[in-house]
């Protein structure tokens, strides 16, 4: 027997159609389904193209348009189990984004994920070119930031366990995304330092930095830049990001109020019913 191992063969379209189905399915029913065993060997480059198709179905279903790239994974740890070299990316939905305050029902997510993100606006393109975007050229890159919440939520049973390909078709666990105000002098602002904390009626649950983000959120942006450009893609200006959670992720059972404190950013308040 050859020790070369050949790659998979990229998923059929009927075997692609039957999993979107099936995600659109739980979406609709908001009841969490098994993972295709099939996903366990999916390359990551096939399941974002799963995606891509995933993306324009919920788009159909709600409306809107994708504004920008939600990114998951972002501790080493994570990485590691997923076997990544860098996080992985979800969509953000115009129809699922929030100004704080924010009114959101429990009701309308399964796992309903909250995590609090540094996010950003691309004031102009990066990653055309051959160069690797230095801690400075992204800096220049970024025309605000600003505190935010998000919801992610996973059609998937067993969500803590799910492989790379099965977490990516399923919209990298996409639901809702809450933004604060855009901070004033941020540059100023040590984004590494920041201390984040997430209070669930007046009560402390989580309590985090910038730092959890592969210990600087403009890290993690810098690997998006770099994830997109081996797609053949970049980053568009007007593109917004969150850049990964700063706080260990709170499954939320229930409705609260909760609200994220971003020191020197600003906070974001979210009431879940």
């Not at 600003?146 to 990516?168: C, N, T, V, Y």
């Not at 942006?221 to 992720?249: D, K």
Request: net charge negative.
């Amino acid at each position: 027997m050859s020790d070369h191992q050949t790659s998979p063969p990229p998923p059929s379209a009927t075997w692609r159609a039957r999993w979107l189905d099936a995600l659109a399915d739980a979406r609709r029913d908001r009841r969490p389904i098994l993972a295709d065993p099939n996903l366990s060997v999916c390359p990551v480059q096939d399941a974002y193209q799963i995606q891509a198709e995933n993306n324009q179905r919920v788009l159909a279903e709600i409306g809107g348009e994708i504004v920008g790239f939600k990114l998951g994974g972002t501790t080493e740890p994570i990485l590691a189990r997923l076997n990544l070299d860098s996080p992985f990316v979800g969509p953000i939905f115009s129809s699922r984004t929030y100004e704080s305050p924010a009114n959101l029902r429990r009701a309308d997510f399964i796992a309903c994920i909250i995590e609090t993100e540094i996010g950003v606006r691309i004031g102009r393109d990066l990653g055309a070119g051959d160069s690797v975007p230095t801690r400075d050229d992204l800096i220049a890159a970024i025309d605000s930031v600003f505190p935010a919440i998000e919801i992610a939520d996973s059609r998937l049973h067993d969500w803590q366990q799910m492989g790379a390909a099965a977490i990516i078709s399923d919209n990298g666990y996409a639901g809702a995304w809450i933004r604060g105000k855009s901070a004033a002098g941020w540059r100023e602002i040590d984004l590494v330092a920041l201390p984040i904390t997430l209070r669930k009626d007046d009560e402390v649950i989580r309590e985090g930095s910038g730092a959890v983000v592969l210990g600087d959120p403009l890290r993690a942006l810098g690997m998006l830049v770099s994830s997109l450009r081996q797609r053949g893609e970049i980053l568009r200006a007007g593109t917004l990001v969150s850049t990964g959670s700063c706080i260990a992720p709170y499954p939320s059972p229930g409705g609260g109020r909760f609200v994220a404190d971003f020191g020197a950013l600003g906070s974001v308040t979210m009431d879940l019913t």
